[in-house]
């Protein structure tokens, strides 16, 4: 009796081989051209929280004083820290002071973006906290002129940099939820948790629509991207409407501005967008959103910061399925960086650039399931092998003919053929392989057979409904695949070349705390 050893925890029964054609998502029009092609992008969350940097002394609405001795600290979504922590809305301006700009730079933070292969640039004009990242006369009281940034119009600046060097621009603009605005929908701090009534959503709406105009009066001629938030708590279509017209209507808009589908749960956008979720068969262009270290506003206290090979594991990953990834930095209420994410986002500059061809303009790869080096992305009939793990390089379900195997920087690599693939020798971890076919028909599938004496199936090459993240490891490229924490089912898709009895064996890791 023959064994085969899984070592990553199975929760989903192995399937039988079965031939898949290459997924194609097909733009509702060409608007979407450039979008489909970038692939990569730059998040910036930064608001008042940032100043705060996930750090909260002072009275709370929920009965607690915090105190300096016993302050509150927000290790994750410190851009959640009004409601976190219950601050009182007076108490919360307060914090204004500390949100100063004053090492903020347009052209620094596009230039970054630039450097680390980022091709559009998404920031924050208005968070759930309403303050507004320009000199507002819809909210002069909430807004650069009454906090430590004087007043400066750090939109305008950055989305003039960010045009200058050739990248796309688009806001983000928290439309539902305004802990800090009377009338605002969902649930409010300054409630306890409770809710507006009807009448004064609709005053709420009707302020939100008159910021949205003022919005596009500023920048809508340079928008590419207007990028809602929070759909789960707008049901209404009068809402919906009302809201969308604010922005189509607008003597500023232009077509060419794509929207999210985040406005309300009744509006669909032009592309989606999960958050830490993969979408392993799109239907349709989407863009996958993450953070650097768990937390979307500056924190000092985030302990959960991601690293260079877990953040080229999300890119590869994303874009394998026809996706883009849209990074997170977190800038502090001064508008710096800190050193460590730099570090990272030189690191992934550098990847970038090297293996641009392999990311830019790509496509579905056509596999659902991983393989065990790392993945694979694809254009046309060529398919590109980013190995970051493991000890060999063996690509299966795939064996039309190959006319060329060489590096990215032009050296060839020997292959031969084994069951369902190929096998490549001589890469070298971190590099990427360019293989080219003759044509590609996927047709994925383990090999199992009854000649095998063993034989181990690894997270890495399952298929992940919902994705896998990497849980910590080494400075350098990994040999293990212990690092893959699993978040949800992991299926393997068998081909069994021989009718037999096999055994299975699983070997789970769990972290020692729980």
Known sequence: MKKFIITSLLLSLLSIGCTHDPIEISPPDTRLNWFNDAKFGMFIHWGVYSGMAGKYVGPSLYGIEYTEASPFLCSWSAEWILSQAGIPRDTYKKQAKNFTATQFDGNEIASLAKETGMKYIIITVKHHEGFLLYPSTIQPDWCTSTSGANGRDLIMELLTAAKSKGLKVGLYFSQNLDWMTEGSLGEIPQLYGGKYDIEKNRTYIDYTCKVISEIMDRYGEILDVFWWDIPQINTSQEFTNQLQNALIKHKNYNKRILQNDRLSTLANGDFATPEGVIIQKPERPYELCITMDGSWGYTDYANNKKTRLELLYEITNTVSKGGNLLLNISPKGDGSLHPDALKLL???????????????????????????????????????????????????????????????????????????????????????????????????????????????????????????????????????????????????????????KYDIYTTISVDREN
């Open 346 to 500: 030189k690191e992934i500059g550098d990847y970038m650039q090297i293996n641009s061809e392999s990311i830019y303009g790509t496509e579905h790869s056509g596999f659902t399931h991983g393989q065990d080096f790392g993945r694979v992305t694809r254009k046309g009939n060529s398919l590109y092998l980013h190995y970051y793990v493991g000890d060999k390089v063996e690509l299966y379900g795939i064996n039309s003919p190959i006319l060329s195997a060489k590096t990215i920087s032009g050296r060839n690599i020997e292959y031969k053929k084994i069951p369902n693939g190929y096998k490549f020798i001589g890469l070298k971890k971190g590099e990427v392989a360019k293989v080219t076919f003759s044509s590609i028909i996927i047709d994925e599938g383990f090999p199992i057979s009854n000649k095998m004496e063993e034989t181990n199936l690894y997270a890495m090459s399952a298929l992940a409904e919902g994705g896998l993240s990497i849980n910590g490891f080494e400075s350098g490229f990994v040999n293990y695949n212990s690092w893959i924490n699993l978040w949800p089912d992991l299926g393997w898709l068998l081909k069994v070349e021989n009718p037999a």
